[in-house]
């Protein structure tokens, strides 16, 4: 019996005739990168007799892993669920528009009332977003207070805030472009753990075919 092996070069020094490929070497590589242990001796096989991990002892990181993955792989939804909200979110707003009478009211102020329909286009008012209660107070003062409208329009066209971009509503679309890219890191950053999970267990039940001969 050999004292404690922690790594594919000691190994080697310890057991220099076996293959130095093939999954089972894989997967001895992968169980050391872990910081994986093992204690061998001579059989009558190419690879040494292994006698830690044991059977019970890799089953018990399996479940380890097993357990992982399925936290990850919820997180991994839900923040796929995230990004998918982010980058509907126009899309689903223009629908929900239709049921807000406010967004009604626009319309016919916009074909009736050339000077509402000037100032409207010139801050690019986000009618369609009357259904998020973020925007529809200002969508709804913008269409009933005329004095709001004008300080606003005032401001947009005037204001060195607005210089580059003469667009009230900017912050929404920079609120989910923000969102997308901080869901796309974690959706990438899930998508390795799990990967690298995946293959750790591969490499494990490979150990455990070993560990059983």
């Known amino acids: ?58 089953d018990s990181k399996l479940k380890e892993i097993k357990e992982k993955k399925k936290i990850y792989s919820t997180k991994l939804g839900e923040w796929k669920g995230k990004h998918l909200s982010a980058a509907m979110y126009h899309q689903v707003n223009q629908v929900k528009k239709f049921k807000e009478p406010l967004y009604w009211k626009h319309v016919a102020k916009t074909v009736i009332d050339p000077d509402y329909r000037k100032d409207a286009e010139s801050v690019k008012l986000p009618a369609h977003l009357v259904s998020d209660k973020k925007w529809q107070p200002m969508v709804k003062m913008f269409v009933n207070d005329i004095e709001y409208r004008k300080q606003l329009t005032e401001t947009v066209n005037t204001s060195i805030v607005y210089k580059n971009n003469k667009k009230v509503a900017q912050f929404a679309d920079d609120l989910q472009g923000f969102r997308m890219e901080a869901s796309d890191k974690q959706v990438k950053d899930l998508d390795e753990k799990i990967a690298e999970l995946n293959e750790t267990e591969k490499a494990l039940k490979e150990m455990q075919k070993w560990a059983k001969e």
């Open 1 to 58: 019996m050999h004292g404690v092996i922690a790594s594919i070069k000691d190994f080697e020094k310890v057991f220099p005739k076996c293959p130095k490929s093939g999954e089972r070497r894989q997967a001895l590589e992968k169980y050391f990168a872990i910081n994986g242990v093992i204690k061998a001796h001579e059989g009558a096989k190419e690879w040494p007799k292994l006698s830690y991990p044991n059977n019970q002892v890799l």
